[in-house]
């Protein structure tokens, strides 16, 4: 007698299940007594009050600083941008005061 397909499936799920693999019982890490990176290292100091919107200017070079210019001028796309960033905030604002009232 041929078993069934039926069968067949049963016992393949419910022996899936089994794992004749011993537990796995991970190794204990070392334990160290100082790090090899504790040299001189400095603590971060964050430059939040450094240039952001030109960041440019802090090379001060006077050739890069009249390009940033020309760029920031004759880009259309960035024109753009700006006048829909604008109208965004502008439309932004104008929901606040709506939403007070």
């Not at 006077?62 to 920031?72: F, G, I, P, R, W």
């Amino acid at each position: 007698m041929r078993p069934t397909p039926l069968v067949c499936c049963a016992l393949t799920v419910l022996l899936s299940g089994c794992s004749l693999a011993p537990r796995y019982e991970p190794p204990e890490p070392a334990q160290v007594s100082a790090f090899k990176e504790a040299g001189d290292w400095l603590p971060a100091q964050p430059a939040d009050a450094s240039l952001r919107d030109a960041w440019w200017q802090g090379f001060g070079d006077a050739k890069l600083n009249a390009l940033e210019e020309q760029l920031n001028s004759a880009n259309p796309d960035l024109q753009a941008a700006i006048a829909l960033l604008r109208r965004e905030d502008f439309g932004l604002d104008l929901q606040f005061i709506n939403f007070r009232d």
